[in-house]
Structures are given as C-alpha cells and as structure tokens.
C-alpha cells in the first residue's frame, strides 16, 4: 500500500505541540482497504523533557472529551519514552509512502518537528509525499459527500488509531467518489 493514514493526539496545537500518541494505518485509497497499523502512547514528561510545547488551551479543550479518550492519557502502562516511539515509528515507514495528514499544518508538521527536536534527523518520508485530509474532505463535500455528517465513526473518538482508520476509510471514499464523478 502506498498511502499512510497518520494521526496524532497532542497537548498543544502549534508545530512543536508534545505528542501523546501516534496512529497511523497504511490504506489502498482506491479500495478502501485497511492494511498494517500503528498505535502507541507516548510518555508525556518524555516529550515534554525533549523540548516539546503543552498548551493551556489544549490541555482545558482535552478536559471536556469523553473520558473514554482521556483515560488512555494517565496511570498509563503502556506509555514509552517519545524517543523510543519515534525510532520505532520511523521503522514502520515505508519508502516512498505518501503520509496523509489532517490539515496542512498539524499531524505530519508536528510529527517532523519532533523527529527534529528529539531525534534531530529528517522524518522517515519524503516532504512532497505529505498529503491533506482537509483538502480532501473539501473535494467531497463539492461532490456532495460529507464524511462529517455521512461516515458514522467507528471506536473512540480522539484515540489516534482510531481517527486514522476513520479518516483513511473516508479519503478513500472521496477518492472514489470523484473517481466516478470525473468519469461520467
């Protein structure tokens, strides 16, 4: 598969926000097809000792989220050091692999900041394989599909793995959709 569906959850919004988890999973956006998948959470006080950034504003707006998704975030296990996370994360990449983001300046900048800050080397993929979920969801609703409102959402909300399954499942969607609609 050469598309890979990448989400992370933060404690910030800005490119050097602290990471506390990353999801990815590989996709075929012509079919839909889920491939291999990663998921782990990140120790908070790691990302925070490599220099990354929480924010006030992001820690009050994960207060008010279910605590479904909050609980995965304390007395946590199975957290590792972020630095372990991006090594093995960078593992998983494969080459050429275009890497799918949700918006231009969030997921995959936040992920190179961090590669840069903590491991001070390039993130595992090439610049011009960054892709935008945002764009896509803007192509759809053109054609009159709004994965907001007409993909019901599959597991927990605002935990990484599952809001890349959902997120790839709805770029292949689109994808097809304008597929069709460019041939007719």
């Not at 080397?121 to 759809?140: E, I």
């Not at 909300?157 to 790839?168: E, G, M, N, T, V």
Request: glycine share 6%; with cysteine.
């Amino acid at each position: 598969m050469k598309d890979l569906m990448l989400d992370l959850e933060t404690m910030g919004n800005g490119s050097e926000a602290a990471i506390m988890s990353i999801g990815a999973c590989y996709f075929d956006i012509k079919t839909g097809e889920i491939g291999n998948t990663f998921h782990k959470q990140i120790n908070l006080e790691s990302a925070v000792e490599s220099g990354l950034v929480i924010d006030a504003s992001t820690v009050l707006w994960w207060m008010k989220q279910s605590e479904e998704a909050r609980s995965k975030f304390y007395d946590n296990d199975d957290a590792f050091g972020i630095h372990h996370v991006l090594a093995e994360f960078a593992s998983f990449v494969e080459p050429h692999v275009k890497v799918w983001g949700n918006g231009a300046t969030f997921d995959n900048v936040i992920l190179k900041n961090a590669y840069k800050q903590c491991l001070n080397m390039d993130a595992p993929w090439a610049f011009y394989n960054d892709m935008d979920v945002r764009t896509m969801v803007r192509l759809g609703r053109e054609v009159g599909f709004d994965p907001k409102k007409d993909m019901p959402f599959e597991g927990v909300k605002h935990d990484a793995l599952a809001d890349a399954i959902h997120q790839a499942k709805y770029v292949s969607a689109i994808y097809q959709k304008l597929i069709t609609t460019s041939a007719s």
